[in-house]
């Protein structure tokens, strides 16, 4: 930028450089506002950023937490589902040994209600008349009673034969029944301590998730204040920079004038030693014209025409 003689002049050159000088201190002042602006919204934004990194790293925490309560809670179902399968399936045996056991029951309860004796005391009897018939000379319808005595007490002995059978498989089946009631007790424990068991890991894992939203939450509001500190720190970095420009442009604006005006003080120096020089030169001459014509010469004039290189 090239200033006209004009801005540069002595007056009019120091009222437009304290001018600028003022503007100057102005933005400087300015900058320095900004500066501290900047400076207080920097640590603001930094602090926030460690605020949301802290409630992010407890939500990772927590999700982490709650993963785990649910593949140990997923893990235990499936044990649940092991000892459930294996009760059901010994619930089906028991009603199928169930329904045996009242069908040998009904057997047992038909044979015995018709059984007049016990099968020990039939056998007893039945071999006490065949060895009478053996060994005994009766009359034939005498004989005959016995034949049909030894028949009826065998056709009974048949009868309570089949209620005894009945009776100790009925017993047998009991035990069986026993035995797979107690193991369905067991399988029924071992899902109820384990339904327990996953409650709790459902529950824990629940209250992990649900804290883990909660700081989540936290964690978004520092976010979104981050955000608009960002915002904030950029607008002032924007002005920041558009008056870090403006003093430099006045810096260079006031060098250049501090420049122009040494510039035309060499040249007003500069030329004044011409002008003095011509004078100089035009005195020699006339002091040297007299010098040729034989005319006496004065100190000052012998001075003059040494200065003016006519000697």
């Given at each position: 930028m090239v200033l006209s003689n004009s801005s540069v002049k002595s007056d009019g050159g120091d009222t437009l450089i304290d001018g600028l000088r003022k503007e100057l201190a102005s933005l400087q002042k300015k900058e320095r506002e900004l500066q501290e602006i900047k400076k207080n919204l920097?640590?603001?934004?930094?602090?926030?950023?460690?605020?949301?990194?802290?409630?992010?790293?407890?939500f990772s925490e927590l999700i982490e937490l709650g993963k785990k309560q649910r593949e140990e809670r997923n893990s235990i179902n499936e044990e649940i589902y092991k000892y459930k399968a294996l009760r059901?399936?010994?619930?089906?045996?028991?009603?199928i040994l169930k329904e045996k056991a009242m069908k040998l029951k009904e057997i047992r309860e038909k044979n015995f209600a018709l059984c007049k004796e016990s099968p020990e005391r039939v056998i007893r009897t039945i071999e006490h008349l065949e060895w009478k018939l053996e060994t005994t000379v009766m009359k034939l319808d005498k004989e005959k009673k016995i034949v049909d005595r030894i028949r009826e007490l065998k056709e009974n002995y048949k009868i309570s034969e089949e209620g005894m059978d009945a009776d100790i498989k009925l017993k047998d089946l009991n035990r069986k029944i026993k035995d797979v009631r107690t193991k369905i007790d067991v399988y029924h424990r071992e899902v109820s301590k384990r339904a327990e068991e996953s409650k709790k890991c459902h529950e824990r894992m629940i209250y992990y998730f649900d804290r883990a939203r909660e700081v989540k939450e936290v964690a978004d509001r520092y976010h979104n204040a981050l955000i608009e500190k960002n915002k904030e720190l950029d607008q002032y970095y924007?002005?920041?920079?558009?008056?870090?420009?403006?003093?430099?442009?006045?810096?260079?604006?006031?060098?250049?004038?501090?420049?122009?005006?040494?510039?035309?003080?060499?040249?007003?120096?500069?030329?004044?030693?011409?002008?003095?020089?011509?004078?100089?030169?035009?005195?020699?001459?006339?002091?040297?014209?007299?010098?040729k014509h034989g005319e006496k010469l004065t100190g000052d004039e012998l001075r003059i025409l040494q200065e003016s290189d006519l000697l």
């Open positions: 920097t640590k603001d934004t930094k602090d926030l950023k460690k605020k949301r990194d802290e409630e992010n790293k407890k059901d399936k010994e619930r089906e045996k028991l009603k924007g002005e920041l920079r558009d008056t870090i420009r403006k003093i430099n442009e006045l810096s260079d604006k006031i060098k250049e004038i501090k420049t122009e005006r040494q510039v035309q003080r060499l040249r007003e120096k500069t030329e004044k030693v011409e002008k003095k020089k011509e004078e100089l030169r035009k005195q020699g001459k006339e002091i040297y014209e007299k010098f």
